[in-house]
């Protein structure tokens, strides 16, 4: 009996639950759900320090922009000054409009009030046609936090469904309820559910994040649009 024993505490201590080990030791179903797991986990990754990187910059370019702005200068002076930064969003909204004016002053000679209501119009639209490509550009690629947040526990919870299914098979085979018999397929079925949610959380907490950081930053735009156009037509009015 203690031979038994033994022998059973030996098999036991053989088996490698290193992660390498438990990955090669499964079947192609759970081996598939770690590969997708580990791939979803460094896009998202790479999603996330590159959106970090980009909010960094864009802080830093609209620092800059704001200085430039309110140096005092004339706006035709500050659009081509800033007409060769193709970085900065606020800087392309501000152009986008100045470059509408300019070409309706090279068309139109008199400035009336019908003339004046049109530009408007025109301006306000080449800026939130503006916003618009500029908030895509920014947010692509981010809806993947989103998604991969929401899906990983569950892709991981199906792996771990499967190899628990193994194990019990194992157990049918051999008829034997000795831990050393389901413990590997135990293993990497939580294995499988530890993957999914190493990936869900940073994604979902990056996503929040970045999420609430862009928000903030859209409304300083909008708020700059508006602003930027009060300030416009009161000068042009005064002339």
Known sequence: MEE???????????????????????????????VILVLASIYCWT????KLLRLRQLKQMEKEFEEIFWS????????ETLNFNQ???????????????KKSKSTSKKESDHNIASLKDRMQRSMI???NKESEVIEKNLT???TSGSTAPFIGLFGTVWGIMNSFKSIAVAQNTNLSV???????????TALGLFVAIPAVV??????????????????????????????????
């Open 4 to 34: 038994v024993n033994a022998v059973k505490n030996i098999s036991a201590e053989n088996v490698d639950f290193s992660m390498f080990a438990l990955f090669m030791s499964a079947d192609l179903v759970v081996k598939s759900v770690i």
């Open 47 to 50: 999603i996330i320090v590159s």
């Open 72 to 79: 005092g200068n004339s706006f035709e002076d500050i659009y």
């Open 87 to 101: 970085l900065d969003p606020k800087s392309k909204i501000f152009c986008a409009a100045i470059s509408e004016w």
């Open 129 to 131: 046609v503006t916003f």
């Open 144 to 146: 993947f936090l989103a």
């Open 182 to 192: 389901v413990a590997p397929g135990i293993a990497e079925a939580l294995f499988a």
């Open 206 to 239: 990056a996503y929040n994040k970045i999420s609430s950081d862009l928000s903030k930053y859209f409304v300083s735009l909008e708020t700059f649009m508006d602003e930027f156009t009060t300030i416009f037509f009161r000068q042009l009015e005064k002339k």
